[in-house]
């Protein structure tokens, strides 16, 4: 798709398409992945540990003990702070939030929307 189809000019205002490799890249430069090690002592520190795995996923693998489960599609609106529907845990824009998943790839991706939110 051109940038004319989006309603815009070509490069002004216009995100160009990039590969899901490209932009997973891109967002992993933006903060520290870490291993269960570390969201074990993040968590001791008073982190949100908040697990976003499928259900299919948790009752295969198990449930992480201490973390929040939210369905991705839910994230955003249940760790808001300011939100209508926000879980009792997020407290506030400080806290600190530990987003699991399976491989890495969908909370990669979640962070960038979280750190919109503030």
């Keep these: 798709m051109s940038g004319d189809d989006r309603g815009g000019a070509e490069g002004v205002g216009t995100p160009?398409?990039?590969?899901?490799?490209?932009?997973?890249?891109?967002?992993?430069?933006?903060?520290d992945r870490i291993g269960p090690h570390e969201a074990s002592a993040a968590a001791a520190d008073g982190a949100l540990l908040?697990?976003?795995r499928y259900a299919a996923l948790r009752d295969r693998d198990g449930l992480i003990p201490g973390a929040l489960v939210v369905?991705?599609?839910?994230?955003?609106w249940r760790l808001d702070p300011q939100g209508s529907h926000r879980a009792a845990e997020a407290v506030s824009h400080d806290l600190p939030v530990v987003v699991i998943c399976n491989e890495g790839y969908a909370s990669s991706l979640a962070v960038v929307s979280l750190r919109q939110l503030g």
């Design 50 to 52: 908040v697990d976003i």
């Design 71 to 76: 369905e991705r599609n839910e994230l955003e």
């Design 16 to 31: 160009q398409p990039v590969g899901i490799d490209e932009l997973l890249e891109r967002v992993r430069a933006g903060y």
